[in-house]
């Protein structure tokens, strides 16, 4: 059976690009306008499309109930915004985020913003199995700044930052694995097979 993937559509943005790579990881994909029905999925996706503020409007009914499935061990992928409002809040915004991650979204602090294009990830989990090249795709100005250990992945940009994030079954990363070639179409794979255990 393949992995059932319910993905949030914040109202903003192109989802096609995430949808069709994991659908090439073997996944099934829904994409839902109704945030509700993230509550009932095997396994979630929040991807990167969107402003801190205007994407938690759409989540904040369901805040609570989206936290406690994501401490009960559903599977979950993060993607730029998608990881970032799993803090508790950001610089960007004054929405509360989802509050999963303990910490602050915080601006780059780099002599050139936004990050955008290819930079290096130094990881060592599981999810970067087989991944030919560390090189992913990043198009951000903000970054997570957790208060607990929850950093797995980092990158130099005008010094080290935290890009790569997990929490029990819940993974979040600050590059854009659907914009990242082989690289991020391996770390979807990676992550589509790790979803599938966890069920």
Same mark, same amino acid.
């Given at each position: 059976?393949?992995?059932?993937?319910?993905?949030?559509?914040?109202?903003?943005?192109?989802?096609?690009?995430?949808?069709?790579?994991?659908?090439?990881?073997?996944?099934?994909?829904?994409?839902?306008?109704?945030?509700?029905?993230?509550?009932?999925?095997?396994?979630?996706?929040?991807?990167?499309?969107?402003?801190?503020?205007?994407?938690?409007?759409?989540?904040?009914?369901?805040?609570?109930?989206?936290?406690?499935?994501?401490?009960?061990?559903?599977?979950?992928?993060?993607?730029?915004?998608?990881?970032?409002?799993?803090?508790? *809040?950001?610089? &960007?915004?004054?929405?509360? #985020?989802?509050?999963?991650?303990? !910490? /602050?979204?915080?601006? $780059?602090?780099?002599?050139?913003?936004?990050?955008?294009?290819?930079?290096?990830?130094?990881?060592?989990?599981?999810?970067?199995?087989?991944?030919?090249?560390?090189?992913?795709?990043?198009?951000?100005?903000?970054?997570? *700044?957790?208060? &607990?250990?929850?950093?797995? #992945?980092?990158?130099?940009?005008? !010094? /080290?930052?935290?890009? $790569?994030?997990?929490?029990?079954?819940?993974?979040?990363?600050?590059?854009?694995?659907?914009?990242?070639?082989?690289?991020?179409?391996?770390?979807?794979?990676?992550?589509?097979?790790?979803?599938?255990?966890?069920?």
């Amino acid at each position: 059976m393949a992995l059932n993937i319910t993905m949030a559509d914040y109202g903003v943005g192109n989802l096609h690009s995430i949808k069709k790579a994991l659908e090439i990881c073997g996944a099934e994909v829904e994409v839902v306008t109704d945030m509700k029905r993230l509550l009932d999925a095997e396994c979630i996706v929040l991807p990167g499309v969107g402003a801190f503020d205007k994407t938690m409007e759409r989540l904040q009914p369901y805040r609570s109930e989206i936290v406690k499935k994501l401490n009960a061990g559903t599977p979950c992928l993060g993607i730029c915004i998608g990881m970032q409002i799993m803090y508790e *809040s950001s610089e &960007e915004g004054a929405e509360k #985020g989802l509050g999963y991650l303990g !910490g /602050r979204v915080v601006r $780059l602090s780099a002599e050139r913003v936004p990050h955008m294009g290819w930079n290096q990830v130094q990881c060592n989990d599981k999810l970067f199995r087989g991944i030919s090249s560390p090189y992913f795709y990043f198009a951000h100005s903000f970054h997570g *700044s957790p208060k &607990e250990d929850v950093t797995i #992945g980092t990158t130099d940009y005008f !010094g /080290r930052i935290p890009t $790569l994030f997990r929490k029990n079954n819940t993974y979040g990363t600050q590059f854009h694995p659907e914009k990242s070639s082989a690289s991020g179409l391996a770390f979807l794979r990676n992550f589509v097979a790790f979803a599938e255990d966890q069920i």
